[in-house]
C-alpha cells in the first residue's frame, strides 16, 4: 500500500534561517507531487507542484523554493525564511488527476 | 488561485441531524472531490464525482453535481460527533496537473 511521511511534524525557527522540509512517498512510481499551504482556519494554496524528476512548477512567487531529486521524494525548502512563512505545510501525491494522498503536515512558526 | 468557495463557513448540528455544504467553483472542471481535516492533521479523500456524473453517495455521503450551476454539495447524514471536522472540495480540470480548493466548511457535531 501506499505511504507518505513527511518532517518534521513541528518545526521553529527564526527569521532569516534556511528551510529544507522533506516528504516521501512509498508504495507507487511517478506520482505527481503537491506542496500546499495552509494558513489557520483556512483553505489551501498550491505552492508548487512536480509531475517528473526534476520538474517543478511554481503558482506563487515568493521565498520558497522545491526540488524532485528522486522520483518519490519532493522538498521545500528556503533561503530566508520570511514571517509570512508560518502556516501549515502539506505534500500530497497522486496519479493521474484523481485522488490526492496527503501527508500529515509540517506546522511550521517563524518568530 | 483558488477558485471555490463553500458556504456556510461553518456550521454547528446535534448528534443524528444531517449536514449540507455547499461548494461553487468558476471554470469548467474534470472532477471534483471532497475532503475532511481533522484539526492539525492532512486532509483525508471522502468522494470523487467526475464532470459527467449528477450524484453520488458512499456509505452517509451523498454528493451531488450541477455543472450548469458550477456548484455541488455534500449531504452527511445521520451525523456523528467524529464528523467533526473542515470539509474542502477541489476541483481539477483537463489539461493540468493542479487541484484548487475551496475555502472550507468548519462542521461541528454536538453530543
Known amino acids: 500500500s501506499q505511504t507518505i511521511h513527511q518532517w518534521p511534524a513541528t518545526l521553529v525557527q527564526p527569521v532569516g534561517s534556511p528551510l529544507s522540509l522533506e516528504c516521501t512517498v512509498e508504495g507507487t512510481s511517478n506520482p505527481n507531487l503537491y506542496w500546499y499551504r495552509q494558513a489557520a482556519g483556512r483553505g489551501l494554496q498550491l505552492l508548487f507542484y512536480s509531475v517528473g524528476i526534476g520538474q517543478i512548477s511554481s503558482e506563487v512567487p515568493q521565498n520558497l523554493s522545491a526540488s524532485r531529486p528522486q522520483d518519490r521524494q519532493f522538498i521545500l525548502s528556503s533561503k530566508k525564511l520570511l514571517l509570512s512563512d508560518s502556516g501549515f505545510y502539506l505534500c500530497?501525491?497522486?496519479?493521474?488527476?484523481?485522488?490526492?494522498?496527503f501527508g500529515p503536515g509540517t506546522r511550521l512558526t517563524v518568530l | 488561485s483558488q477558485q471555490g468557495e463553500e458556504d456556510p463557513q461553518a456550521l454547528s448540528i446535534q448528534e443524528g441531524e444531517n449536514a449540507t455544504m455547499n461548494c461553487s467553483y468558476k471554470?469548467?472542471?474534470?472532477?471534483l472531490q471532497w475532503y475532511r481535516q481533522n484539526s492539525g492533521r492532512g486532509l483525508v479523500h471522502l468522494i470523487l464525482i467526475r464532470s459527467n456524473e449528477r450524484e453520488k453517495h458512499s456509505g452517509r455521503l451523498r454528493v451531488t453535481l450541477d455543472t450548469s450551476k458550477k456548484s455541488s454539495s455534500l449531504l452527511i447524514t445521520a451525523s456523528r460527533a467524529a464528523d467533526t471536522a473542515s470539509y474542502f472540495c477541489a476541483t481539477t480540470t483537463s489539461g493540468t496537473y493542479k487541484y484548487i480548493f475551496g475555502t472550507g466548511t468548519r462542521l461541528k457535531v454536538l453530543a
Open positions: 500530497a501525491w497522486s496519479v493521474v488527476s484523481d485522488t490526492q494522498y
Open positions: 471554470t469548467s472542471i474534470n472532477n
